[in-house]
């Protein structure tokens, strides 16, 4: 019995997964399906947290670090926006690389990928134990890099983009938003939506930036 209990203990969570992730897939195909003859939005991670006319997306379903997962469900230029929140920091500036170039090689020409990650230049030093590598925050463990809003531009200007940062905080720890709209791709870890910032101070934001292929 002992056995069976070990047995049962492992299996369930593997279980729980496989069922999440076909639902997953599920309604991505629901939504591809339905968004057809539209624009086609997708978020990338999304945890399954999007907004209307963004079709939401896992790992298991396109990762990217696997063109051939795009290929199998777009053609090349044929996506009319992207967006990934808290995605990046997990990924090494090499593979973080590969993965601006996936999204560059699938937006149409004059498309936006809004990305967000941790703010390296974050003032508080909380904050930054919180989210750096190794930090103690909810999957910090697995952050391979924390980046500012210098270094994360440069990667994605580096890889075909046009990048117009969206909110971050500057090397003397100032703090700077522009207005941007939740259609074009929600974020929740921001000054507006994150409800750790209710009393209008940038307690927990994120590096937020709009990259464009030109």
């Known amino acids: 019995m002992s056995q069976l209990r070990n047995f049962l203990r492992h299996a369930y969570p593997y279980s729980k997964t ?3 992730q076909r639902k997953e897939k599920k309604l991505f195909n629901k939504l591809l399906h339905e968004y057809q003859g539209k624009p086609l939005k997708v978020v990338v991670g999304s945890g399954q947290i999007y907004t209307d006319g963004w079709i939401p ?3 298991h379903i396109l990762n990217l670090l696997r063109e051939s997962d795009w290929t199998r469900y777009f053609e090349k230029n044929s996506l009319d926006g992207l967006l990934a929140e ?6 090494s500036p090499e593979n973080g690389a590969i993965a601006a170039r996936t999204c560059h090689t699938f937006l149409k020409k004059g498309k936006r990928l809004r990305v967000a990650v941790p703010d390296g230049y974050h003032p508080d030093p909380k904050y930054i134990d919180y989210v750096k590598p190794g930090g103690h925050g909810l999957g910090a463990d697995d ?3 924390l980046y500012n ?3 994360f531009t440069k990667l994605f200007e580096d890889n075909g983009f046009r990048v117009e940062a969206m909110e971050y905080f500057d090397e003397n720890g100032k703090f700077h938003s522009k207005d941007w709209e939740k259609e074009d791709g929600y974020v ?7 409800k750790r910032n209710a009393d209008g101070k940038p307690n927990y934001t994120s590096l937020m930036i709009d990259a464009y292929k030109e």
């Open 18 to 20: 496989r069922i999440n």
């Open 86 to 91: 808290h995605v990046w920091e997990h990924l």
């Open 149 to 151: 809003y210098k270094t």
């Open 188 to 194: 929740y870890r921001t000054i507006r939506y994150d």
């Open 143 to 145: 952050h391979k890099v």
């Open 57 to 59: 997306s896992e790992i």
